[in-house]
Nanobody, 122 residues
Framework: QVQLVESGGGLVQAGGSLRLSCAVSRRTFSSYAMGWFRQVPGKEREFVAVISWSGGATYYADSVKGRFTISRDNAKNTVYLQMNSLKPEDTAVYYC???????????????WGQGTQVTVSS
């Protein structure tokens, strides 16, 4: 069974930066697209970014475009989310997820990490 483990969350002031990591225990990691989603209590899980298996294609939610960057290192079975110019509205639990083929819908993903909390103070 695949395991996804996020790390790198924390408390940061508005305008600051964080880098999230997601380590994947799957030998075929390089065959899978990887997505980042976020969720606040009482709201549906929200798409943030996704990267194709090769890293050649990336897609972002409009709310994070220009501030967040998704990348991957297939040799390390790890996907990253660099978050710059953070805003209080970015506060959420951030999850990584894996699937074959890119998708911006959380309903299309079956494999999820446990999440990491990101809190941005104003």
């Amino acid at each position: 069974q695949v395991q996804l483990v996020e790390s790198g969350g924390g408390l940061v002031q508005a305008g600051g930066s964080l880098r999230l990591s997601c380590a994947v225990s799957r030998r075929t990691f390089s065959s899978y697209a990887m997505g980042w989603f976020r969720q606040v209590p009482g709201k549906e899980r929200e798409f943030v970014a996704v990267i194709s298996w090769s890293g050649g294609a990336t897609y972002y939610a409009d709310s994070v475009k220009g501030r967040f960057t998704i990348s991957r290192d297939n040799a390390k079975n790890t996907v990253y989310l660099q978050m710059n110019s953070l805003k209080p509205e970015d506060t959420a639990v951030y999850y990584c997820a894996a699937r074959r083929g890119t998708s911006t819908s959380h309903r299309d993903y079956n494999d999820w990490g446990q999440g990491t909390q990101v809190t941005v103070s104003s």
